[in-house]
């Protein structure tokens, strides 16, 4: 499915008729307050649809069925299957609408991942093994131990070259036996693929396979921002970045958050001036170090980030700093006889995360 339609449009657009063929009792997972939850409803089918199921590192579609909310697609051999929470009625005609802001976001990060993977093999030879549409950014797992700063910078100018370029993006749609397919990019085929084969084609950039969602021109992703990379598994390295409005909205987040920050360090240093800082930052993927002393004297510091390397790191830098402390749930605090070696623990730090704190 390659679903070119304009990004100005918003809220859920171009509804369909279609006849409801089958309706069945069914439960899925849902977070609810960070929470799995178990909840009850109706797997639908229908005659044909223009809801994505989740696949290819892409999640679902979301829409209306009538006035029904669809809560996910999945797929089921050929066919798709929408769950929603009210019964329909087999035989009948129905409306389907897609939640296009969704849907134009899913399109943003997928083109532009396709963009990411296609230059960064051709630049540095890196090949894309997996990547992950996230909820706030997205993830490319390259085939290589290590990406240098320089690399990562030329990369991103690169990518942003090609949308200003205003590059098309087309699809064809090939037989299994097409000899053409021979030239085309793919990490494989799923067990039960029955043809026929969906290309996306970036013009002289890329052409590879593909069922997701895509822009039909490259200069409707606005702009690639690349995030930093992390220690991927088995010697790999993960490529964050954001796609279009996710850039936006990261910028939008990231002036709030320094406003605030300045207006805050016109206060006088405490244990709740830190803790204040932490929560603005948000600590829940960074890992933030604070301290409050004179840099040989003595001190509060603050350790905030993911719970296991606050666990990890928390004691180290205690005894580092010769203090007294303790620490839970993801934040780890002391009051300490000296400061003196604050840089070492700085060095630390950086050395256990990809981001510097």
Not at 64 to 82: F, K, M, W, Y
Not at 180 to 205: F, H, K, M, T, Y
Not at 213 to 221: A, K, M, R
Not at 243 to 270: F, M, P, W
């Amino acid at each position: 499915m390659c679903f070119q339609m304009p990004e100005s449009l918003t809220g859920y657009i171009f509804p369909w008729h279609k006849l409801v063929v089958a309706c069945s009792p069914g439960e899925m997972k849902q977070e609810i307050n960070g929470k799995k939850e178990t909840v009850k409803g109706f797997n639908v089918k229908l005659q044909d649809t223009i809801l994505f199921p989740e696949g290819g590192g892409q999640p679902d579609d979301h829409g209306l069925i009538g006035d029904v909310p669809v809560l996910r697609v999945t797929r089921q051999g050929a066919e798709a299957v929408h769950f929603v929470s009210s019964a329909l009625e087999v035989g009948q005609e129905v409306q389907l609408k897609v939640d296009w802001e969704r849907r134009f976001d899913h399109m943003q990060q997928h083109s532009g991942q396709h963009l990411i993977t296609a230059i960064a093999e051709s630049m540095f030879g890196y090949k894309t093994t997996s990547w992950e549409l996230g909820r706030q950014r997205s993830t490319i797992e390259l085939d290589t131990p290590s990406m240098k700063p320089a690399q990562m910078e030329a990369l991103e100018v690169a990518v942003n070259e090609k949308i200003r370029a205003h590059v098309p993006v087309a699809v064809q749609v090939l037989s299994l036996d097409d000899p053409a397919l021979e030239q085309v990019r793919s990490r494989g085929l799923p067990d039960d693929a029955a043809g026929p084969i969906r290309i996306i084609d970036i013009e002289g950039v890329d052409v590879n396979m593909c069922c997701g969602t895509h822009v039909s021109n490259l200069s409707h992703l606005q702009v690639i921002k690349l995030l930093g990379t992390e220690k991927g598994k088995k010697n790999k390295t993960n490529l964050l970045f954001l796609v279009g409005n996710r850039v936006l909205k990261y910028a939008e987040k990231s002036y709030s958050t320094e406003r605030s920050l300045v207006s805050l360090l016109k206060k006088e240093g405490d244990n709740e001036f830190m803790s204040i800082i932490a929560n603005e930052i948000g600590t829940e993927e960074t890992l933030v170090f604070l301290t409050v002393g004179e840099e040989k004297g003595p001190g509060l510091f603050l350790l905030a980030g993911p719970s296991g390397k606050v666990s990890e790191l928390g004691p180290r830098v205690l005894e580092m700093l010769q203090g007294k402390g303790a620490g839970k749930n993801g934040r780890f605090q002391g009051k300490v006889n000296s400061m003196a070696r604050r840089g070492e623990v700085e060095t630390l730090i950086q050395e256990h995360s990809s981001t510097r704190c």
